[in-house]
């Protein structure tokens, strides 16, 4: 059962526009969410997250969005770059589970010049 | 802040074989410790997560095991090697058990012929 669904497997956008990567989960005591982005050959790395208690969080271009009622968060990168070029993973945690993620799996994110 | 040290990079096994990937982190103390494994094109699998010295939690029967000797160290290990043992296998630090941000290696990538 797969608790933490990215639908979109890729991702193609254009320098300057904005992306938009969407995450949906099913598991109603998940109470933080977390952005993640992996180059080839490389850790993931952190990008940014966003409590229960909120529906927005911002850092820079990035920004992440949290509807708790559909059970929907969005990633937006405004503007896109080409070093933006990536997968990005959503990711949910439930406090009282050890603090474990549960990770999507994936949206391989192109940013054409 | 935190660095988390995999090694090593690359490995090439024969079916059979026994492993042993390391992972250690500075910076930090008493951390949570998590072993992934990214399978070609899927996501993020926890195989193992450690809260202390001696203490391992499984999360999928397989044949690999896991180890925390030391604080800072984490050990994945296997007897005999499958080849569906292949894939991209990451350790994550997280600080403590009051937050949720996880920070990864730079990974391992493992192939079983």
């Known amino acids: 059962d797969q608790q933490v669904k990215q639908n979109s497997p890729s991702l193609s956008v254009q320098e300057g526009r904005i992306s938009i990567l969407n995450c949906d989960y099913t598991?109603?005591?998940?109470?933080?969410f977390l952005w993640y982005k992996k180059y080839p050959a490389e850790g993931p790395t952190f990008l940014i997250s966003?409590?229960?208690?909120?529906d927005k969080n911002e850092d820079g271009r990035f920004t992440v969005f949290l509807n708790k009622s559909a059970k929907h968060l969005s990633l937006h990168i405004v503007p896109s770059q080409p070093g933006d070029s990536a997968v990005y993973f959503c990711?949910?945690?439930?406090?009282?589970?050890?603090?474990?993620?549960?990770f999507g799996k994936g949206t391989l994110l192109t940013v054409n010049p | 802040s935190q660095t988390i040290h995999q090694w090593p990079a690359t490995l090439v096994q024969p079916v059979g074989s026994p492993l042993s990937l390391e992972c250690t982190v500075e910076?930090?103390?008493?951390?949570?410790l998590y072993w992934y494994r990214q399978a070609a094109g899927r996501g993020l699998q926890l195989l193992f997560y450690s809260v202390g010295i001696g203490q391992i939690s499984s999360e999928v029967p397989q044949n690999l095991s896991a180890s925390r000797p030391q604080d800072r160290q984490f050990i994945l290990s296997s007897k005999k090697l499958l080849l569906s043992d292949s894939g991209f296998y990451l350790c994550?630090?997280?600080?403590?058990?009051?937050?949720?941000?996880?920070?990864f290696g730079p990974g391992t990538r493992l192939t079983v012929t």
């Open positions: 990711a949910a945690a439930d406090g009282g589970s050890n603090y474990k993620l549960t």
């Open positions: 598991n109603s005591m998940f109470d933080y």
């Open positions: 910076g930090t103390s008493n951390p949570n």
């Open positions: 966003i409590s229960s208690i909120k």
């Open positions: 994550a630090s997280q600080l403590g058990q009051r937050t949720y941000e996880q920070y």
